[in-house]
């Protein structure tokens, strides 16, 4: 088993960030930490991500710490700008980042105060984990009665593979979700297909013009309160709204956003609204949005009663040898930027105090998690 200080799981931009943080401050890559990553390559989700979702086309995206991004094509896709990028950025700064590990289980080892870290390469014993797992790995599927009858295709945003498809070329395309995944999807697949349909549970909401800073932190702030209170994280756009570029507004006008309800159940050809309205489909695409990917945090028993992970800014409350990065406020480019220094600075205090699970204000909850073990290293 290799052990190290702390093991930075997933190599998005807030693993890397993390990684940078812990080098920048003195941990040895390698030595004192290492990033696990269970994608083939570079460049987080954005490597999955669909071709027609060119750079240009992406907002606010945030550079990682300490290297810019600079005269990228805004006509390529950013699954490959970014890849390229990341890929630099970890050469650069010499980040430990071994890949393809994928990471089971990490529960407490029961000794050292130590953490085990369960990968699909061998066990690592570490003294702090910082999580950075992201959500595209776990896509959210609403259960709807009849999904299993339906003959067309059934597909998510995380297998979205642009519109030129089969699936979409000439067909009747029913689209379900209120996020700009969901805007982009038909704004692409409209221009292909026969007909589409727009269905959300609730009536989307349009913001006109910029998002100013003020209202950044303040929906930030409206998330943080939620994962504060150990509720699961809403998604940032449920708060802010969906903006209103030029494309959106054209696709309005063309009446491709016009929204239905949500319908009541799919069968065999389509879809049918409680009040009996049908409408027939031959594909149907789930953008519904995406969880965050932390089964393998089960063993420690972070989770609240309301379902989410109570945070102390980054640091779990349940086990302070913990942080998540990338979850809830910190989950777009900026915020995990931002996680990435503060669970370092964070765990920086925790493994210099040497006994992990008693440093910070988190200990009296600590306690009963974090059994401590005079074999300690
Ligand atoms: C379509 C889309 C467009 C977006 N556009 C923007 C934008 O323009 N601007 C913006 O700020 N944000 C945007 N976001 C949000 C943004 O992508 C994220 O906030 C940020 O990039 C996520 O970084 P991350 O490091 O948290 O996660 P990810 O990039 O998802 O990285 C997580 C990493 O963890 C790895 N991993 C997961 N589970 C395991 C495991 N068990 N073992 C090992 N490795 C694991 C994965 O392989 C992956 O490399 C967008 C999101 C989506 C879905």
């Known amino acids: 088993m290799d052990s190290v200080e702390v093991v930075v799981v997933g190599a998005g931009q807030a693993g890397l960030s993390s990684?940078?943080?812990?080098?920048?401050?003195?941990?040895?890559?390698?030595?004192?930490?290492?990033?696990?990553?269970?994608?083939?390559?570079?460049?987080?989700?954005?490597?999955?991500?669909?071709?027609?979702?060119?750079?240009?086309?992406?907002?606010?995206?945030?550079a990682l710490p300490g290297m810019e991004l600079t005269g990228a094509d805004p006509d390529r896709p950013s699954a490959e700008v970014i890849a390229e990028y990341f890929a630099a950025y970890e050469d650069a700064f010499f980040l430990p980042v071994r890949?393809?590990?994928?990471v089971r289980e990490v529960r407490d080892a029961g000794w050292g105060g130590r953490l085990l870290v369960r990968t699909s390469q061998g066990d690592w014993a570490a003294r702090a984990v910082i999580n950075a797992t992201g959500t595209w790995d776990r896509p959210f599927w609403p259960r709807v009665p009849g999904q299993e009858l339906f003959r067309g295709r059934q597909l998510h945003t995380a297998r979205y593979p642009g519109p030129h498809a089969e699936a979409f070329v000439g067909r009747r395309v029913v689209v379900v979700g209120g996020g700009t995944s969901a805007v982009q999807h038909l704004m692409e697949i409209s221009g292909v297909a026969r007909e589409t349909l727009w269905v959300t549970r609730r009536p989307p909401r349009f913001r006109a013009g910029m998002f100013g800073q003020e209202e950044g932190r303040a929906a930030v702030a409206l998330v943080e309160e939620r994962v504060r209170r150990g509720l699961p994280p809403q998604s940032v756009v449920s708060v802010t709204g969906?903006?209103?570029?030029?494309?959106?507004?054209?696709?309005?006008?063309?009446?491709?956003?016009?929204?239905?309800?949500?319908?009541?159940?799919?069968?065999?050809?389509?879809?049918?609204?409680?009040?009996?309205?049908?409408?027939?489909?031959?594909?149907i695409v789930w953008a519904t949005g995406f969880r965050p990917a932390i089964d393998h945090l089960a063993p420690l028993r972070l989770r609240e009663p309301g379902g989410g992970i109570r945070l102390e800014g980054t640091r779990a409350v349940r086990d302070p040898r913990v942080h998540l990065v990338g979850y809830g406020p910190s989950a777009s480019t900026i915020g995990a930027n931002r996680a990435g220094r503060a669970a370092v600075r964070d765990l920086k205090a925790l493994l210099a105090s040497g006994e992990p699970g008693e440093a910070g204000e988190a200990t009296a909850a600590a306690t009963a998690t974090v059994p401590r073990d005079s074999a300690a290293v």
């Open 242 to 283: 969906l903006p209103m570029t030029d494309e959106v507004r054209r696709a309005r006008e063309r009446g491709v956003l016009e929204r239905l309800p949500m319908f009541s159940r799919v069968t065999e050809d389509g879809v049918e609204w409680a009040d009996g309205n049908r409408a027939k489909a031959d594909t």
């Open 19 to 62: 990684a940078y943080h812990l080098r920048r401050t003195g941990f040895g890559p390698g030595v004192d930490f290492v990033v696990l990553d269970h994608a083939p390559a570079p460049g987080g989700a954005w490597q999955f991500r669909w071709p027609t979702l060119t750079y240009g086309r992406v907002h606010g995206m945030h």
């Open 99 to 102: 890949r393809p590990v994928d």
